[in-house]
């Protein structure tokens, strides 16, 4: 079923006006964890920009800064009512959101990410223990007999957000491989600072409060488990465990974390998405208040608690709660005496080398030494330039470092460790770039074996591709595979074709169609795809998916065969063939493999294997090949010598 094809790049780019340009798809279609990674890059300088702020405010009027955050807002009920300052609430109210979003994108990663093969959460837990472990004891060699001892806990954590962000800055041309690993790395560092605010840096904790918000969170999962849909009832529900924390004395953001650590993730199921059109139809037909309800419930029931959670917190969290967070805690007086003081401070000097060198060392040492000790079945699925990048820009803690600060340190000594974080961040970012910029000058072969790695991959398609039975243009020696599962009637396949033809102008590209035809939605493709099925039983597959990718509007029987005797194909033996089904199963076939796979929409790409999340635009999709490439031709375990 092979069949190469030649194609003019140039004429398909001008044939398609779309093709340097972004797509009408490309914004809808990213996977959370690529979301995720946007939107922390994008807030990274909101976040910068908050923090620059706050130190302009302070040193500007020091008083005033101080004033305007110690001012006491109240919310109150009859007799019941809670008074806090707005730092607090910012911090323990606001930030509870934060580690909501922290808590969600957990859950992500143990649910779709690299972490649903559970050994290879070793790592990310191990690297994230020791590296808060490592700049601890750094921390409490400056300061284990001193005063400031008991802040040991400002130098353990990375703010994973601005990291994200600023690796982005830092290393233009580091692949989002690298960005996962430092995310499910990081994750774990933010869900173990957590426990130490809980454990070490509450207040005297009164067990009535915390045994009743544990209750409650019982309840909510209770209910959760029950199936309930209803969002006002776990907010109220959240609200309750929140102020029962509050109460107890143990920092409430940990009810965000708990919240979000519940919250499963899962792939839209074919089905759920076939309810959800028959609901919109139901409302098309009979467009009143009560249809128009049940199809938006049921539209957004088909898709999965943590990514309807994280699409709308997510945002919220990143470009307002932890810049307000930054506005409100990074403000420090700073004059040429603080500073000479400050930088031969302990505390400083703990917080700035148990970042700048106790994270990296951790990382970095972890990393070998696991991988040494398993035979390299537990490895970084990254290189080891990007574990050495990730290993440095983790020396950036803000965010649950100046929570702890707060929480740990007033006066003279809160200022030297806020100091020290962001000298810290400063430093990081310095190494980071050294780091990047050196390894961008690398040939290309070892700069690819240094970012990419050669630990072996996760593959998302489950039933590989077989050249006997799948439908193959391009040659079988080509290093990368594209799978496409399409719908004869989808427009957005139909655009994505002439992408997909720009890009079989590359010789070392194997392109494979698979079905998916969605008859909720497209009632004719399913009969389409029979009829290519038909087509290909007589040696014209090929020519049959251009015409109908060509006609996706004239998709009828009638037109089917008329497209059979234009291709000069015996028209009784296709007309039969059609009429009695004869390729059902064949179609049928495709379609388990899709579901099996996760695939509910089209098109869906999957390249060498594994699912392409992102834009189909030639631009994204020849950049993912590309990448693709250099990994096959590293191979899993080649060695640096090799490669290089």
């Known amino acids: 079923m092979t069949e190469p094809v030649g194609v003019d790049a140039e004429a398909e780019v001008e044939a398609s006006p779309q093709l340097g340009e972004r797509t009408p798809w490309r914004e809808s279609v990213a996977a959370p964890v690529r979301e995720f990674l946007r939107t922390e890059s994008g807030s990274a300088g909101v976040l910068v920009a908050a923090i620059a702020a706050a130190l302009i405010w302070s040193n500007v009027d020091a008083a005033g800064y101080e004033a305007f955050w110690r001012t006491d807002f109240s919310i109150r009920l009859g007799d019941l009512g809670v008074v806090r300052d707005l730092r607090t609430w910012v911090n323990s109210g606001l930030m509870t959101f934060f580690f909501l979003v922290v808590g969600l994108e957990a859950r992500r990663e143990f649910d779709l990410g690299d972490l649903r093969e559970r050994r290879r959460f070793v790592l990310p837990f191990a690297s994230g223990l020791a590296g808060m472990v490592v700049p601890v004891l750094i921390y409490l060699a400056f300061n284990a007999t001193g005063p400031g001892r008991h802040g040991w806990g400002v130098a353990m954590s990375t703010d994973t957000a601005l990291a994200l962000g600023l690796i982005s800055l830092l290393g233009r041309d580091v692949p989002d491989r690298v960005r996962v690993f430092l995310l499910t790395v990081f994750v774990v560092d933010d869900l173990l600072a957590l426990v130490v605010i809980a454990a070490v840096y509450s207040d005297h904790i009164e067990l009535l409060h915390l045994g009743l918000a544990a209750v409650v969170f019982a309840v909510l999962l209770g209910i959760k488990a029950l199936g309930v849909d209803r969002s006002a009832v776990y907010a109220l529900l959240g609200v309750v465990v929140w102020a029962a924390l509050l109460a107890s004395g143990v920092d409430p953001v940990v009810a965000g974390l708990a919240i979000g650590l519940s919250a499963s993730a899962y792939s839209p199921a074919r089905t759920d998405l076939e309810q959800a059109t028959g609901l919109f139809r139901l409302f098309r037909e009979q467009p009143t208040p009560e249809l128009a309800r049940s199809a938006a419930v049921g539209l957004t029931s088909a898709l999965s608690p943590n990514a309807r959670l994280q699409r709308f917190y997510h945002p919220w969290s990143s470009y307002v709660i932890v810049p307000l967070f930054g506005l409100a805690n990074a403000g420090i007086t700073i004059n040429g005496g603080f500073l000479v003081h400050a930088y031969a401070s302990p505390v400083t000097l703990g917080v700035l080398i148990g970042y700048t060198v106790g994270k990296p060392v951790a990382v970095i040492g972890v990393s070998r030494v696991l991988e040494r000790l398993t035979g390299g079945r537990i490895r970084p699925s990254v290189g080891w330039a990007a574990v050495a990048g990730s290993g440095t820009i983790a020396g950036i803690g803000f965010t649950v470092s100046l929570l702890i600060a707060t929480l740990a340190f007033s006066g003279g000594q809160l200022a030297e460790a806020k100091l020290g974080v962001l ?62 599962y399409g719908d004869f009637q989808c427009p957005y396949c139909g655009q994505a074709e002439s992408v997909v033809r720009g890009l079989l102008a590359d010789e070392d590209l194997r392109y494979v169609w698979r079905h998916l035809p969605l008859t909720d939605v497209h009632p004719q493709a399913q009969l389409a795809a029979e009829a290519a099925e038909a087509a290909a039983a007589q040696g014209a597959f090929w020519p049959m998916h251009d015409l109908l990718m060509e006609r996706q509007d004239k998709l009828r029987a009638l037109d089917l065969v008329g497209y059979a005797e234009e291709l000069g194909l015996d028209r009784h033996r296709f007309k039969d063939e059609l009429h009695r089904h004869v390729y059902a199963a064949t179609i049928g076939r495709h379609v388990e493999s899709a579901d099996l796979s996760g695939v509910s929409g089209t098109p869906t790409f999957f390249i060498n294997g594994q699912r392409h999340y992102g834009a189909y635009d030639i631009e994204t999709l020849a950049a993912a090949i590309k990448i693709a490439r250099a990994r096959a031709a590293i191979g899993p375990g080649r060695t640096r010598s090799q490669a290089a």
């Open 423 to 484: 000298s810290a961040a400063l430093v990081a970012s310095t190494l980071t770039w050294a780091v990047f910029r050196a390894t961008a000058r690398m040939p290309k072969a070892r700069k690819a074996l240094a970012l990419l790695g050669d630990a072996e991959q996760l593959v998302d398609l489950v039933t590989p591709v077989d050249p006997e039975r799948d439908h193959v243009r391009g040659s079988e020696h080509a290093s990368v595979t594209l799978v496409e």
